[in-house]
């Protein structure tokens, strides 16, 4: 009946929001989250293993901090201008996450961080090539990027 | 729409707040996809826009039309969610094809691929 549970009840609920709360449009948008469903069950997508998903709302309240942080921090430089001694290179990070989801979600995080854009991950040796706006410390980019984002990811999706 | 004035005061302030930084981080970023240099750094400016750009901007809505329509207004999550979840596409759309485009013109800035 629902091959994806979890999508078609943030279906419904995105319908609800869009719309009204109310019986009518309850209905209305289970029968829409219920056929987007089966849809998207004819193109036979991975699923994905959620295995710890109460971690989620510390993620991404670590997040929001952090993104807010690196808004400040890349707002300031840019306003600095050309005075400031920044350096900004690119950083080749190892991965250990092989999970198409959680891959993606990495992606958006690193994307969302004003201070470091994902270009090109490569499933073949398991690293992906970042650029850095402010490079100060290599190592410390790394171990960031691994501790505070990677490993709780992993736990998640198990 | 109803009038600013039925907003209480303390209201006011923090939908301003939450304007001004969201509207102010998407000036700072647009100065910066204009000034900065490299292709690669100008990556970083849009970021500004699509992080807390958006979201401030979110926020001040959310409070704004929940207090004058009296009712829980959320669907401005959405917009948040989608410019998050799409913006990566584009963002590695636009670095691959200028990492490619580097490599073939052999730009020694950019590291070269690792061989397969």
């Known amino acids: 009946m629902l091959p994806y549970p979890i999508l078609s009840f943030f279906l419904v609920i995105m319908w ?15 029968l829409v989250a219920m056929f987007a469903g089966w849809a998207l069950a004819s193109l036979r997508p991975d699923k994905p293993k959620l295995k710890k998903w109460y971690l989620l709302p510390k993620l991404l309240w670590v997040i929001l901090i952090d993104i807010g942080r690196s808004n400040l921090a890349v707002a300031r430089l840019i306003l600095q201008g050309t005075r400031g001694s920044r350096r900004s290179g690119f950083l080749l990070v190892p991965l250990d996450i092989e999970d198409p989801t959680a891959l993606a979600i990495l992606a958006i995080i690193l994307t969302s961080m004003p201070g470091s854009a994902w270009l090109e991950y490569d499933s073949g040796d398991k690293t992906v090539l970042i650029h850095v706006f402010d490079l100060i410390d290599e190592a410390e980019w790394i171990s960031t990027i691994k501790q505070r984002y990677e490993a709780p990811l992993m736990e998640i999706f198990a | ?75 401005e999550i959405l917009i948040g969610l989608f410019v998050t979840v799409t913006t990566p596409v584009t963002f590695m759309l636009l670095a691959r094809a200028a990492l490619h485009r580097d490599r073939v013109e052999g730009n020694p800035d950019v590291p070269a691929k690792a061989p397969d």
């Open chain 1, 16 to 30: 609800l929001l869009l719309n009204e709360f109310g019986l009518g449009h309850l209905v209305l948008g289970a």
């Open chain 2, 1 to 75: 729409m109803q009038a600013v004035v039925d907003l209480p005061i303390w209201a006011a302030i923090i939908v301003s707040l939450f304007l001004l930084l969201g509207a102010g981080l998407t000036l700072v970023g647009a100065i910066g996809f204009l000034r900065l240099p490299s292709f690669y750094e100008r990556l970083h400016a849009p970021a500004l826009v699509t992080s807390w750009g958006v979201g401030a901007i979110m926020l001040a809505s959310i409070l704004y039309f929940s207090i004058t329509q009296q009712r829980l207004v959320l669907h």
